[in-house]
Each structure stands twice: as structure tokens, then as C-alpha cells.
């Protein structure tokens, strides 16, 4: 009865999204609604809003073209508005996806004031993520949330430098750092991204990298600073040799099915087939993710179903991956993820309730 009880009181979440923007993440409703009462510009651009949702979700041909994106949220997601956009969307991710875990990654620097300078930018940092950390614990949506802080390919070393240092110091808020922005834009400083990341580690600090998404951005060289690697399609469509190392190391490949069709990767889904069949020949783990579900109109339990409607997946690795996500997310409290919890309790339940008093 007590368990009964328990259930009936408390939504119990079951799923993870490890790979989610915050730039990227507010719905277009939501960010349309915004623009109508605060930004004269965009409300004239866009009175209405199935032109803007167009607009905003729309198929772009490259990454660098999809990204540019996120640089309409990043100028309206400042210190006074960010607990707005984050209650929003933990109350989506809540209520319409069904989230018990969620790491949110963004590059703080991009959320301070433009027009101060840069050291002052790297000071007001840290107010930044704690903004971010006190809005995401919302009691009514009790959903575990840790912040991955990113590293930019646009930012100088001593800002990215400043990031993994602000990361270090508020472990309670934050679990990782990240390297954004782009991944054909490392090549020139790929050195320093391998340094900062030899940093990072020392720091104590987990890691993962959007690497290994297009075709322009596969650096080898990086691979082995990486806890789990952003996106990482390219390995097995195009370095399946690769797989075997990354099993060893036990490096997870964060797959976001909808953003390789909006940013111009991949055609149709159907290529990702080859993605999950070659890393489960080779038992390399993924964890299926959002990236930016905002931008992509998408939702996490969409993305399972899709993947499952298209036969590029079935159940059984559907399941597999969503333990993957657990097991392999930086923050997560239990052994277990909550599916297996709930599972021990309904079981025990079944074994009190077949006592027979005598």
C-alpha cells in the first residue's frame, strides 16, 4: 500500500538526456512569446508565429549555418531572464518527456554582457552558473540537472582557459566541460584544445567534446581526453576501425538523430543504421540525446520512437541505450537508473503482498 501510495503521489521520471544546449533548448512558442513583449524588432519581424517556427526549426545546409541559431538566444538568455527560460523548459522536460536527468551545456561567456570587457566577462562568469543552478532546482519538477560548461572554438585560450577554471570551482553546479561552436574550427589550434583539455583532467574534471560530427571535424588527436564524445557519427560511418579503442575506453557516443537532418549531415535517419549497428557490433555504448530541442522541434520521446518507426533500431537497443545514458551520465546519484529502482520496489511489493498471515 505504501508503495501504491508512492506511485499514485509522485511522477516517477524515467528517462536522461546527457547532450542538450540551453541556447538551443527553448521551444519556439516559448521564444516567440518572449520576443512579442520584450523585443520590438523581432515581434516585427515575426507578428506571426507560424513564421517564425518556420523560421527557427527549418532545415539549414550546414552546421556553421545552424549554429548561427543559437546566437538569437544567447543575446535574450542574459541574468535576468535566464530563470525564465529555464523553468519553461524543465517544466517541458518534466511533464512532456518525461526526463529524471539532464545535462544542460552552454559556454557562460556568451550569456555576460557584450559590451564589457573581456576580463570583466570572465569575472561575471561565475554568476552566471549559479543563476543557472538556482533556476534549475524547481521543486514542483524534481528532475536531477547538472551544468556542462563549453569551451568555445571562437574563444580565445585565456577565456577558455577561464571557463575550466570556473568548472573546477563549483563542482556542486557543474559536472563536465565541453568544446562547442563548430568542430571544423579546431584544426588550427588543435594543440591548444588537446592542452586545455590536459587541464581540464588535472583540474579533476570529466569531459566530453562534439567531435567526429561532420566530416570537417575528426581529430583523432583529441580522442583520448574525452569521458564521452559528442555526436561521434563519423567513427562509424567513416573510421569504423576506431570502434574497438573506444569500447576498450569505454567512451559513449552521444547521438542527436534530428540535429544531423537540420544541420545538412546525414539525408535521411536511415543512415544512422549503420551508426548504431556498428557500434553495437563492436559494444560501444550511446546514449540517445536532443542536442537542441528547441531548434529542432523535438523532444526526447520523439526521438525514440522515430528511430524505432524507421526500423534503424529496436526495442531491445532502444532499452540498451537509455541504460547507457545512465550509466554513463557525469551526475547521475545511483548505481541504477530509475526504470531498475522502480522495478526492485514494485517486486518487493509483490513478495510482502504474498505473505499470508497466519
Known amino acids: 500500500m505504501i508503495l501504491i501510495q508512492f506511485i499514485s503521489e509522485v511522477s516517477v521520471a524515467l528517462y536522461a538526456d546527457l547532450h542538450r544546449h540551453l541556447g538551443g533548448s527553448v521551444v519556439p512558442r516559448i521564444l516567440w512569446r518572449y520576443f512579442q513583449r520584450h523585443d520590438m524588432e523581432m515581434a516585427r519581424q515575426f507578428p506571426e508565429y507560424q513564421r517564425f517556427e518556420k523560421f527557427y526549426t527549418c532545415e539549414r545546409n550546414t552546421l556553421d549555418e545552424y549554429l548561427e541559431l543559437h546566437t538569437i538566444v544567447e543575446k535574450v538568455q542574459t541574468e535576468q531572464t535566464l530563470p525564465y527560460f529555464i523553468y519553461r523548459l524543465i517544466r517541458g522536460a518534466y511533464i512532456f518527456e518525461n526526463l529524471a536527468y539532464l545535462e544542460l551545456r552552454y559556454t557562460p561567456y556568451l550569456r555576460t554582457p557584450e559590451h564589457s570587457s573581456q576580463s570583466k566577462r570572465i569575472d561575471a562568469m561565475k554568476n552566471i552558473v549559479e543563476i543557472v543552478g538556482r533556476a534549475t532546482q524547481v521543486r514542483e519538477y524534481p528532475i536531477i540537472i547538472s551544468q556542462i560548461l563549453c569551451m568555445h572554438s571562437r ?25 562547442a561552436g563548430g568542430d571544423s574550427h579546431y584544426g588550427e589550434r588543435i594543440e591548444e584544445f588537446i592542452s586545455l583539455y590536459q587541464y581540464a583532467h588535472a583540474s579533476g574534471l570529466k569531459t566530453t567534446g562534439h567531435l567526429y560530427e ?138 510482502t503482498d504474498g505473505l499470508v498471515s497466519v
Open 155 to 179: 574563444l580565445p585560450y585565456e577565456v577558455n582557459k577561464a571557463i575550466i577554471d570556473l568548472a573546477a570551482s563549483m563542482k556542486d553546479y557543474v559536472c563536465a566541460i565541453d568544446v
Open 214 to 351: 561532420t566530416p570537417s571535424g575528426c581529430y583523432q588527436e583529441l580522442l583520448p581526453y574525452l569521458m564521452r564524445i559528442g555526436h561521434g557519427i563519423q567513427i562509424p560511418l567513416k573510421y569504423p576501425e576506431l570502434l574497438p579503442n573506444l569500447a576498450q575506453s569505454k567512451q559513449c557516443l552521444e547521438i542527436c538523430p534530428t540535429t544531423y537532418l537540420k544541420t545538412g549531415t546525414l539525408e535521411n535517419l536511415e543512415e544512422l543504421k549503420i551508426v548504431f549497428d556498428r557500434c553495437f557490433e563492436a559494444e560501444v555504448d550511446i546514449a540517445i540525446c536532443t542536442d537542441n530541442a528547441g531548434l529542432n522541434n523535438v523532444r526526447l520521446p520523439f526521438e525514440y520512437e522515430n528511430l524505432l518507426t524507421k526500423d534503424i533500431i529496436d526495442f531491445h537497443q532502444l532499452q540498451a541505450c537509455q541504460d547507457s545514458a545512465f550509466r554513463h551520465a557525469f551526475a547521475w546519484p545511483h548505481k541504477e537508473p530509475p526504470a531498475s529502482l522502480l522495478t526492485g520496489l514494485l517486486q518487493d511489493n509483490s513478495a
